[in-house]
């Protein structure tokens, strides 16, 4: 944050709870060019704290990816199943590592190790809250593969277990098209040499 920039909350007010809440602000904030914003009101998305994960197995040079249903590509024209990263939310007192371990054997039937922090970022600041903790970790991907996901979530997942140099081009051609998974991408094509030299 700027040296000696403030912002002030005036009011909140809580316009829905279901799976997500929904929260009304009013605030202001100082300017860079000197004074304050009018009173501004804004709606905040309260998401948590994401955690996710890309297993890789070194030996195989593979990568682990899943896919699955997200109503908010419901109307993109290539449709709403999406190539993805392993994630899921922080539980209270739950550690973001315990997270990575917990997902990755719901979502993947996948063991962990080795898991390395890549990014810590905003997925959608301008209306959420949720902050993303982005890991890799190592696997043994020999027999990683099937459908997965907890019934009582209505989960129905998808593993692909893909060469890097297949997930390296399903980034390029766009089939990889959500934050998570491009950031997770890039990182790993930046870091796949060193990666590799440590691993094996």
């Not at 934050?179 to 991408?185: R, S």
Request: with cysteine; glycine share 8%; proline share 4%.
């Amino acid at each position: 944050m700027p040296a000696n920039m403030k912002w002030s909350i005036i009011k909140k007010k809580l316009r829905y709870r279901g799976f997500f809440k929904l929260t009304e602000v009013e605030l202001q904030h100082d300017l860079f060019a000197g004074g304050q914003s009018p009173v501004l009101v804004r709606e905040i998305i309260d998401r948590g704290h994401a955690v996710a994960v890309l297993p890789y197995d070194p030996v195989r040079d593979e990568v682990v990816l899943i896919e699955q249903f997200r109503i908010g590509a419901g109307e993109d024209s290539a449709g709403p199943w999406l190539i993805e990263v392993i994630a899921g939310y922080q539980e209270p007192g739950e550690s973001a590592e315990d997270v990575v371990h917990r997902e990755a054997l719901e979502e993947a039937g996948c063991i962990l190790s080795d898991v390395e922090l890549m990014h810590k970022c905003y997925s959608s600041p301008g209306g959420s809250n949720e902050q993303v903790s982005l890991f890799f970790a190592r696997t043994d991907s020999s027999d990683v593969g099937g459908i997965h996901g907890l019934d009582e979530e209505g989960e129905d997942i998808r593993v692909h277990v893909v060469p890097s140099q297949q997930a390296f081009d399903w980034l390029d051609s766009g089939r990889i098209d959500s934050a998570m998974p491009i950031i997770a991408m890039q990182w790993f094509r930046l870091n796949r040499e060193r990666i590799r030299k440590e691993w094996l």
